[in-house]
């Protein structure tokens, strides 16, 4: 049986479906302004029965995205089969998969190949996690092309000498 907004409608009571509807669980970003996607409720636990799904798209053919997840990352285990984070390098339903991701160990820095990629998140009835919280942005090779990227990087880096000071976890 496959899980989407039809079987939704459904099959759950209607203000949760537009809850669902509304909330952050799918969307279309542009990377040229970095921003953050994060499971639904995170960091409290995410709820059953999601099937989410974002694209995230830069405006320049030559441009390629990359993925950072924040070190708080829970999602159900057992061989990422009923809860998972699945990124894809591209928006077709084919494209080759980056990475399926489950338990509480946070992935890898996630880099495209090309100009866009799309990110799933599914759960299923039961044993739920605090889920994912991820920052996008266009991946830069060279030097810092401008002021605002200098800014929100020196930002970030802070924040993540933060977490590595004050937790054990990210060594
Ligand atoms: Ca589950």
Redesign the pocket.
Known sequence: MSVGVHSCVCGCELLLCLLLAASECRGIFDASEAGYITSPGYPLEYP?HQNCQWVITAPEPSQRIVLNFNPHFEI?RLDCK??FIEIRDGTSENADVLGRHCSNIAPAPIISSGPSLQIRFV??Y???GAGFSLRYEIFKTGEVSNVTHTYIWSRWERSQRLETTHSPCCQ
């Open positions: 059953p159900e009923y809860d759960s299923d039961a044993h739920q």
